[in-house]
Nanobody
Framework: QVQLVESGGGLVQAGGSLRLSCAAS????????MGWFRQAPGKDREFVAG?????????HYAESVKGRFTVSRDNAKNTVYLQMTSLKPDDTAVYYC????????????????WGKGTLVTVSS
C-alpha cells in the first residue's frame, strides 16, 4: 500500500504562484511514477502533470498548464512537488496526487494510489 498526503493548497490571486507537495509513504518511493490531477466543481478529474520513474524521469503536462506548472520529485524526501505559476481562475480545483509503478497512460483510471486532495482557489 501507498499513502499519499498533499499540502500547499490555498487561496491566491490570479497571476500568483503556489507550490503543492505530496508526501508518500508505505512503499519505496523510487519505484513509483507520480502524477498530479485536479477536479473542478461539476467536472471530471483531469490530468495535470506527471513524472515517470523510467525514461530519465521524463515529465508530462496537460496543454492547459504547459509553461506555467512544473512537476519535480525529491526521492530522498519521498516527495513530489507541483510548482504553479501565472495561476488563472480556471485553475481552481481540488488537486490530487496519484501514483502507480508503471502507468500505461496518464488517465486517472491508470493510477493505483490517491491522496485526499488539496484545494486551490484562484481569485480574479
Amino acid at each position: 500500500q501507498v499513502q499519499l498526503v498533499e499540502s500547499g493548497g490555498g487561496l491566491v490571486q490570479a497571476g500568483g504562484s503556489l507550490r503543492l507537495s505530496c508526501a508518500a509513504s508505505g512503499r519505496t518511493f523510487g519505484t513509483l511514477s507520480m502524477g498530479w490531477f485536479r477536479q473542478a466543481p461539476g467536472k471530471d478529474r483531469e490530468f495535470v502533470a506527471g513524472i515517470l520513474i523510467w525514461s530519465g524521469g521524463n515529465t508530462h503536462y496537460a496543454e492547459s498548464v504547459k509553461g506555467r506548472f512544473t512537476v519535480s520529485r525529491d526521492n530522498a524526501k519521498n516527495t513530489v512537488y507541483l510548482q504553479m505559476t501565472s495561476l488563472k481562475p480556471d485553475d481552481t480545483a481540488v488537486y490530487y496526487c496519484a501514483a502507480n509503478s508503471r502507468p500505461s497512460t496518464w488517465s486517472p483510471d491508470a493510477m493505483n494510489y490517491w491522496g485526499k486532495g488539496t484545494l486551490v482557489t484562484v481569485s480574479s
